[in-house]
């Protein structure tokens, strides 16, 4: 790696639920020094997962950082010692009361590699049984279910505008073009 | 918005070059009270263009949140003041050494709505001239020019790894398969 940024020095800025903060001293690749802010994160999951007459299920949840309510597929941050496939799991049934034994990674991503390290794995369900809901208790959502059709007139309408339900649906007509 | 959670303190832990933490007390739904962690971010553009050869132009940077080298479609924060093209136009020539005088939005996008307000524009450029490279003092990156089917095997070898570039990739596939 030949723009490697070795860190010199780093000052750990807050450990809280969700996120640290981190301020590093690194030495650049032409020996000058610079600091770089780096929020740490666990990891997520987010599952696209499909009704028996082939709805998208989806949380409507309020998210403080944006200060409104937004559409999202569901998701959830990896616990300590959990497989990500596992979390995917028990957030799917936690959050929607759908359980799945059946899931197939379509992809992850790196959110904001340019300040954090989260890292979100997408899942696909498709079979679909009853479960529990057992949401947080600081935790509040809606389900909904929507047509792929739906779901683009969502994203047009801003309700649907975070980048894992954005492009797990792009995968979903990706695929089914490809399919046709 | 039924889910409104009402800010009823705000602690300002962390203002900084990118992001700044502020750690809000809330009042839930039910009333109860609980804590959010929130990554205030000032957004960012990306911008997917492509050569005279229809190769698309990336950057290879090392990304110290990530402690590795990625690849990724060039991107760039916004600045006071700058509407989002303008950023776009600007980072573009910055990072790349292309100009370009017509950008057409593909997208929009949150990064991390759990936890952070960063949103993510991201616009298409076709027409490309040349300018001059400017790169930050702290900005180190290396100009790739791909196929659309390197860009696959990239993201299969986990060298494309982050979610504007995998979003804008799905986008061109999508589109010129709706248009094949």
């Given at each position: 790696?030949?723009?490697?940024?070795?860190?010199?020095?780093?000052?750990?800025?807050?450990?809280g639920k969700i996120v640290?903060?981190?301020?590093?001293?690194?030495?650049?690749?032409?020996?000058?020094?610079?600091?770089?802010?780096?929020?740490?994160?666990?990891?997520?999951?987010?599952?696209?997962?499909?009704?028996?007459?082939?709805?998208?299920?989806?949380v409507r949840q309020f998210r403080k950082a944006l200060e409104?309510e937004?559409?999202?597929?569901p998701a959830g941050k990896?616990e300590?010692?959990?497989?990500?496939?596992?979390?995917?799991?028990?957030e799917?049934?936690e959050e929607?009361?759908?359980?799945?034994?059946?899931?197939?990674?379509?992809?992850?991503?790196?959110?904001?590699?340019?300040?954090?390290?989260?890292?979100?794995?997408?899942?696909?369900?498709?079979?679909?049984?009853?479960?529990?809901v057992a949401t947080d208790d600081d935790e509040f959502v809606e389900?909904?279910?929507?047509?792929?059709?739906?779901?683009?007139?969502?994203?047009?309408?801003?309700?649907?505008?975070?980048?894992?339900?954005?492009?797990?649906?792009?995968?979903?007509?990706?695929?089914?073009?490809?399919?046709?």
């Amino acid at each position: 790696m030949k723009f490697k940024e070795e860190t010199i020095d780093k000052e750990t800025l807050y450990e809280g639920k969700i996120v640290d903060l981190n301020l590093h001293d690194v030495r650049l690749p032409n020996g000058e020094v610079s600091k770089r802010e780096i929020v740490n994160h666990p990891g997520a999951v987010a599952i696209i997962a499909y009704t028996a007459d082939d709805k998208i299920i989806m949380v409507r949840q309020f998210r403080k950082a944006l200060e409104k309510e937004i559409i999202e597929i569901p998701a959830g941050k990896l616990e300590t010692g959990e497989q990500p496939e596992e979390t995917a799991k028990r957030e799917l049934e936690e959050e929607t009361g759908y359980k799945t034994d059946q899931l197939t990674k379509i992809g992850s991503f790196y959110t904001s590699p340019g300040f954090s390290d989260e890292i979100v794995h997408v899942y696909e369900a498709h079979t679909l049984y009853a479960g529990t809901v057992a949401t947080d208790d600081d935790e509040f959502v809606e389900l909904i279910e929507v047509t792929l059709d739906e779901a683009d007139k969502l994203i047009e309408s801003g309700d649907i505008h975070d980048a894992k339900t954005m492009f797990a649906i792009q995968h979903v007509k990706l695929k089914r073009i490809q399919n046709s």
